[in-house]
């Protein structure tokens, strides 16, 4: 019994030996764990420091960059604003000292008194372009000035000799004198999102690096406080429709150098569109800047364009990122074969109805370019555009989309010439109107009853008569164009007529 239990014994001595070591075993990976969770939670700790200190650090750089920009912003301004720009002079008008030339040539032209019959410049020369060949228009004059108050006294010269007559007077750039490029850029981009510091100072420095004048965003992501710091680098005028900080939000910014005069103000609740109607170098201009969301509603959008046809300016222009291809055909990269969606054929109509034309398009019947890229399908899309009256193409310098930078849209440029009324085409009456049957009941019932309302409430024939030339033309471009609407329903129930037929027969 004795053996028995010492084997016993030995054999449970065996099995606690070997789950002590085990044990042993354990406790060192669990005290190596212990100090390597330690060593851990330290480094953790000296990261979290470090990150609070670089947040601290971002923050204070990120103010000094934005200080420095504005200060870079300034000193750009007063470097040009001694600079004039002489359009039209001759080629080689100037000899071969340009800079003892335009000293004594500018007060001579002008009539300017000076003390030495001469005004001080730091540097005159031409635009660095080819030299044109003969009959062709010469390069423009860089000339700076040593002292800004003469710079001022030869502007106020210059502006005085070319004023014109009944007291419409033209600034120095619009002159044949001294000009600057006398046309009007304005540029449609979704920027996506513009609420960090940093990419609304690029944003700005993009659309001023591109001269233009007039710019409609989408999708700003501002409230209505961070709309109005959009307030900078030389545009002083911000218009604007806001709906969250994360979605949606259009807004207009003008130059300082475009001297729109707001009248009307038409904004979106909703933060789709802004309108604004006023006047522009004598003549009344409506801009309409709007963006559609994806898989929005689109009920508001006729009686948008509704509101803002009625404001019948001399200039209409519509544009925006409409998330939607006119033509998929050749508006999307790869292509693919597909017909025009619901809201595609929507915009079509409205644009047939109001006659209105994709800009770009016009001016690129086969182009392929594209303002958008899709990541998740890996594919470019034309969905931003710009509309205008067809009888306002001819104004229509050029459209172009630039690179996509900054944003994953492109911006897309417009290029007017000067909306003056020069511009203008002259109305002329169509005289085969006067062989319309209908034309004569209609224009006398009318303007006999519009004569019968105003000649009791004047007693000036001048005026009344300057009135009455207004509503005539009225009259007969209403008739024209309600000629023309019904051509166009009875041409249709014409071709839909023969197409049942010709499926018929088929």
């Known amino acids: 019994m004795k053996s028995i239990a010492d084997d016993i014994v030995a054999v449970i001595d065996a099995k606690i030996s070997t789950v002590l070591e085990a ?19 330290d480094r953790i700790e000296v990261t979290e420091t470090t990150c609070t200190a670089n947040e601290t650090k971002i923050q204070v750089l990120e103010k000094r960059i934005c200080d420095l920009t504005e200060q870079i912003d300034d000193l750009e301004n007063r470097g040009r604003r001694c600079n004039v720009r002489i359009i039209g002079l001759p080629e080689d008008t100037e000899g071969t000292n340009p800079l003892k030339f335009f000293e004594k040539w500018i007060p001579d032209y002008l009539n300017l008194e000076t003390k030495a019959g001469k005004v001080k410049l730091e540097r005159a020369h031409r635009s660095l372009a080819p030299k044109p060949v003969l009959n062709r228009r010469p390069r423009p ?40 490029d006398n046309t009007l850029r304005i540029c449609t981009w979704n920027v996506k999102g513009i609420h960090n510091l ?29 709309h109005l710091k959009l307030k900078q680098g030389g545009y002083n005028q911000v218009y604007f429709s ?32 802004v309108i604004i109607n006023g006047t522009l170098f004598g003549s009344s201009i409506s801009l309409f800047n709007i963006y559609f969301p994806p898989g929005h509603p689109s009920d508001f959008l006729i009686k948008t364009f509704a509101d803002f046809y009625d404001l019948r300016s001399d200039y209409m222009i519509v544009a925006g990122d409409f998330n939607c291809m006119l033509n998929p055909l050749i508006d999307r990269f790869p292509h693919k074969i597909a017909t025009p969606s619901k809201l595609a054929k929507q915009i079509n109509g409205i644009c047939e109805d109001l006659e209105l034309t994709d800009v770009w398009r016009a001016l690129h ?17 034309r969905i931003d555009y710009f509309f205008i009256p067809r009888s306002s193409l001819h104004l229509a310098i050029s459209c172009c989309i630039n690179n996509i930078v900054i944003s994953d849209h492109a911006m897309v ?22 062989r319309d049957k209908l034309f004569k009941p209609f224009f006398s019932t009318e303007f006999t009853s519009f004569y019968n309302i105003n000649a009791q409430t004047t ?20 008739f024209s164009a309600s000629k023309k609407r019904k051509k166009k329903r009875d041409s249709k ?14």
């Open 242 to 273: 806001s709906f969250s900080s994360k979605s949606r939000g259009v807004a207009v910014l003008i130059s300082k150098n475009i001297p729109l005069n707001v009248v009307k103000l038409i904004e979106d609740d909703r933060g789709r569109f």
């Open 365 to 381: 019947p086969s182009g392929k370019e594209y303002s958008f890229f899709s990541p998740p399908h890996q594919c470019y899309t």
């Open 198 to 226: 940093i990419k609304r100072k690029k944003v700005v420095s993009y659309i001023r690096k591109n001269k233009i004048g007039i710019a409609l965003l989408q999708e700003t992501h501002l409230d209505k406080q961070e």
């Open 413 to 434: 440029v417009l290029e007017l010439k000067s909306l003056s009324r020069d511009n203008f085409r002259q109305w002329r009456l169509n005289t085969n109107i006067l």
């Open 459 to 478: 007693k000036d024939s001048s005026l009344l008569w300057e009135t009455s030339k207004a509503y005539i033309r009225g009259l007969i471009l209403s």
């Open 493 to 506: 129930t014409v071709r839909r007529g023969l197409e049942g037929k010709r499926r018929k027969i088929c």
């Open 23 to 41: 044990i042993d075993n354990q406790s060192s990976k669990i005290q190596s764990i212990v100090q390597w969770v330690q060593e851990a939670e």
């Open 141 to 180: 004059v860089i000339v700076r000035f040593h002292n800004f108050q003469d710079k001022q006294r030869v502007m106020a010269a210059a502006s005085k000799r070319f004023a014109l007559n009944n007291s419409k007077q033209t600034s120095v750039s619009q002159s044949k004198f001294m000009t600057m």
